[in-house]
């Protein structure tokens, strides 16, 4: 039997090692090398490392061998968690197979996803039933799935094969958490969720997205089996992620729909499971009436709540958030808000309690374990309820918030404000190991503001975290270029869209297209891409716009399949992306990618630093807006072969101080600033001679 040691983990990665000899393509670095060791020997010290990889540093081998290692030396599980499904695709598709292969290792290794990515056995035999009434479309997506149905062996959505038209119709199918009848539903025993769950106990390596590592620390850690060694992939937005998921919300369409399903009286007829109860059970139709009515009120009152929620609006017909503060609470609509939500409580405890109790006098029945998932879905609105609006309210741990769509209140939402004390107390403090690591965790080199955020700094001055830069191998003093245009107008001036849209035609003749426009508003976006539309039309240059040229997974391939396209993109764009070779040759910033100051996780921050006695703006917002920067000027350069042009579209860069924090944040040592009358001729000239002239 082979004896594997963490100390020579780097010696996999050396010239003429194992990797070398068996990964075609496989390159020495000295970077990955430092990286893979720091991991092994947080892992030997049962320690905690944050880790910045740069560009082409290889992160995932780096942080996967010694994964690899430990779990066989130490009989242990590490669980890999990574913010984007495409990546963990790709490591369970291709590095880990890969890897085990190269380095002549033996481990069991298993991805974990969502529920619903499952067939539940339950919906699908109701419908073949004919229960569940189907349009045309939904009628033949059945039609093309039973055949694998019946043979699947894992129920996963992603053997299928039959076109994206049709898959919009998966939810019919998919199992749901308020649906779900848990150990009442007969098909208990062959649930394709429950089998991957118990899969995943025999696996050594583990690998999840952040989503469903948090959805599981939600609820006490009932998905995932132990784990006491976890890896982070991609976690610049981990703070971001577990402020959202580790949210509570109640939704106006989720409610309506759960109460529509239970009982609807259109003008004809009445609609929905307590009808078909009363149709089965005459015997039941008194405690069905009952229940029918308290359905209806509760629906009422739902309505008054959200049309309370609607008053508070600032403004027509628009989508945004709108925290609520303490002032709300004295004010008319908040205030008739509560009536209705005590009122919605106490009627909806009282239909539960209805519930409940024809559910025993349905014992034994089919339907009473049905009838069980509706009262499961109930309470945990009720609950849910109950949190935002007695617990967390006036709360000031909470942060909560209306969102908006179209102008009217959509869901009511509650958070953590200290999002790093929620984090050690439910996942650091059970772990040995943590490893965390992105391309983006660092700003001017530093590490605080990250830990800060994530909950890690008392761990720094406690010595059980321990922070490694490795900066990217590529030679940005001769690949990239970043250009600043001194003389543009400020940011939030008119002028500015018509400046960008001038200013975006010179720099398109002058690269021939290969552009990525990195926008942080929609609407700046339409302003400047209604100007240059009809421009770049009579020269036949490829316009694509995000969220008018079609899916952004699409624009993506156009982007790269035509070479010399021009992209316009909001957020999706600024991060995650990877375009190799001449497609892409200039990434334009339009403005500092600041957050907005009205999102909820900004204010959240905002109170989290005014308690800590901070200025806001230096602490987070500057911090945070400079890595999103490095996120966005990242895309450039993502091989040793790659040149290009970063352009700068924001004078803040070069007239407030803080400019320096932003360019001191990214690997592109050469900036130069400039006028617009020189940007074209400055940008041919570095195409054509390079940079290091």
Not at 649 to 660: F, P, T
Not at 676 to 691: M, N, P, Q, S, V
């Amino acid at each position: 039997m082979p004896v594997y040691d963490m100390e020579k983990t780097a010696d996999y990665f050396r010239p003429g090692g194992p990797l070398e000899r068996a990964v075609p393509g496989f390159v020495y670095r000295q970077e990955q090398l430092c990286l893979a060791q720091g991991i092994a020997d947080a892992f030997t010290n049962r320690e905690f490392l944050v880790a910045e990889a740069g560009t082409g540093v290889g992160k995932t081998y780096a942080y996967l061998l010694p994964a690899f290692l430990w779990s066989l030396i130490e009989k242990e599980r590490v669980v890999i968690s990574t913010r984007t499904k495409a990546l963990q695709q790709q490591i369970i598709g291709r590095d880990i197979p890969d890897l085990l292969e190269a380095a002549s290792l033996d481990l069991k290794f298993m991805e974990a996803k969502g529920r619903e990515n499952y067939l539940c056995w339950n919906k699908y035999i109701t419908i073949l039933a004919g229960k569940q009434n189907l349009n045309e479309s939904g009628q033949l997506f059945i039609s093309r799935i039973i055949n694998w149905a019946e043979k699947t062996l894992t129920g996963d959505r992603k053997e299928l094969n039959i076109g994206a038209e049709l898959m919009k119709h998966w939810s019919i199918l998919a199992a749901d958490r308020r649906g779900c009848r848990k150990d009442m539903c007969p098909y208990h025993e062959k649930c394709f969720r429950l089998k991957m769950m118990k899969n995943l106990h025999k696996a050594d390596i583990i690998v999840v997205n952040h989503a469903l590592l948090l959805s599981d620390l939600q609820v006490n850690n009932s998905i995932l089996p132990e784990y006491k060694y976890l890896i982070i992939d991609e976690a610049h937005h981990f703070d971001r992620e577990s402020f959202d998921k580790l949210s509570c919300g109640f939704s106006f369409l989720e409610t309506s729909d759960l109460f529509k399903a239970l009982f609807f009286k259109d003008k004809k007829y009445a609609r929905g499971y307590i009808p078909h109860l009363k149709s089965r059970y005459p015997n039941l139709t008194e405690p069905l009436n009952g229940a029918s009515e308290l359905v209806s009120r509760s629906m009422q009152l739902l309505d008054g709540m959200f049309s309370n929620l609607t008053r508070s609006r600032l403004a027509k017909d628009s989508n945004y958030s709108m925290v609520i503060e303490t002032q709300h609470l004295e004010q008319p609509w908040f205030a008739d808000l509560l009536d209705d939500y005590q009122e919605w409580q106490v009627n909806t405890r009282i239909l539960l309690d209805k519930l409940r109790s024809i559910q025993t006098e349905l014992g034994g029945q089919e339907e009473e374990g049905e009838l069980s998932g509706f009262i499961n879905a109930l309470q945990e609105l009720a609950e849910y309820a109950y949190l935002i609006m007695e617990e967390n309210i006036d709360s000031p741990g909470s942060i909560n918030w209306i969102e908006y769509q179209d102008g009217w209140a959509s869901t009511l939402v509650s958070s953590y404000i200290m999002i790093g004390d929620i984090l050690k107390e439910r996942l650091y403090s059970r772990l040995d190991t943590l490893i965390m690591v992105s391309a983006t965790l660092a700003v001017e080199e530093k590490f605080d503001y990250f830990l800060d955020k994530v909950g890690l700094s008392e761990y720094l001055q406690e010595e059980r975290v321990r922070t490694l830069l490795q900066k990217s191998p590529f030679d940005y003093q001769k690949q990239a270029v970043l250009y600043t245009v001194s003389n543009m107008p400020p940011p939030s001036s008119q002028e500015h869209s018509r400046s960008v849209s001038r200013v975006l035609l010179d720099i398109i003749e002058a690269t021939g297209g290969g552009m990525l426009v990195l926008f942080t508003a929609r609407k700046q976006l339409q302003e400047v891409s209604a100007a240059i539309k009809p421009w770049c039309q009579n020269r036949e240059i490829n316009l694509l716009i995000q969220d008018e040229s079609g899916a952004s997974g699409l624009l993506l391939e156009e982007f790269i399949a035509s070479k010399d396209s021009v992209l316009l993109g909001l957020e999706t764009f600024w991060e995650g992306i990877d375009v190799k070779g001449e497609a892409l040759r200039c990434v334009v910033i339009v403005k500092l990618p600041f957050r907005s100051p009205s999102d909820p996780f900004c204010i959240a921050s905002d109170k989290h630093c005014k308690f800590l006695r901070r200025n806001s703006f230096q602490h987070f917002m500057l911090p945070d807006g400079a890595m999103r920067f490095k996120q966005g000027t990242g895309r450039l350069i993502r091989s040793e072969a790659d040149r290009g042009v970063v352009v700068v579209l924001d004078n803040r860069l070069e007239k407030c101080n803080y400019g320096r924090i932003f360019k001191n944040s990214i690997p592109i040592v050469r900036t130069v600033s400039l006028q617009e009358k020189d940007l074209a001729e400055e940008i041919r000239r570095f195409i054509a001679t390079g940079a290091d002239e």
